[in-house]
C-alpha cells in the first residue's frame, strides 16, 4: 500500500483544532448578534432589561 499523505495522527489533530475553530467561531457569532441587537435597543431609546442584561454578559444558553 503507498502512504496517502498524512498520517492519521495528524488527521486526529487537524480534526480536533479544527472543531476547537468552528466552535470558538459560532460563539463568537452568537455573542456578536447579541451585542449589535443591545446597540440596537439602545440607538432606538428602549429599556433594557436586567435580566437580558444579565444572560448577554453571563452567557448563560437560551
Do not use: C
Amino acid at each position: 500500500m503507498t502512504n496517502i499523505g498524512l498520517p492519521g495522527g495528524s488527521i486526529l489533530w487537524i480534526a480536533l483544532i479544527l472543531i476547537v475553530f468552528v466552535s470558538s467561531f459560532f460563539r463568537y457569532r452568537t455573542r456578536a448578534s447579541r451585542h449589535r441587537m443591545l446597540e440596537k435597543l439602545a440607538e432606538k431609546g428602549q429599556a433594557i432589561s436586567p435580566e437580558l442584561l444579565a444572560q448577554i454578559e453571563g452567557g448563560k444558553k437560551d
